[in-house]
């Protein structure tokens, strides 16, 4: 399984971006596919995650300001990100679970920078 992630730059602060997540190869065993992202000097967090079934998980600050989700091609996942602050200045990765424990294929990151 291969991972393209896209649609990074820079915004201003309450501004939006919608982040793509192309996946190609066996996509037929990916179950999950998950948005984390690394904020510089802390650790890799999930923000939010879609399985099969269409059912969406969000952690943390995400709640209520991102939406993940697929349009027609299924292959492609979107994160949509609103209200952006500062805090939300990261490097985003898209990962892809296909049953193993843990995300088990992962994109180069696209850096969203938020400025105040």
């Known amino acids: 399984v291969q991972l393209q992630a896209s649609g990074g730059g820079l915004v201003q602060t309450g501004g939006s971006l919608r982040l793509s997540c192309a996946a190609s190869?066996?996509?037929?065993?990916?179950?999950?596919i998950g948005w984390h992202r690394r904020a510089p000097g802390k650790q890799r967090e999930l923000v939010a995650s879609?399985?099969?079934?269409?059912?969406?998980e969000y952690r943390g600050s995400a709640k209520g300001r991102f939406t993940i989700f697929r349009e027609n091609d299924e292959n492609t996942v979107y994160l949509q990100m609103n209200s952006l602050n500062p805090e939300d200045t990261a490097v985003y990765f898209c990962?892809?679970?296909?049953?193993?424990?843990?995300?088990?294929?992962w994109g180069k990151g696209t850096l969203v920078t938020v400025s105040s």
């Open positions: 190869g066996s996509t037929s065993r990916v179950n999950v």
């Open positions: 990962a892809a679970d296909v049953g193993y424990p843990g995300y088990d294929y």
């Open positions: 879609i399985n099969n079934s269409v059912t969406t």
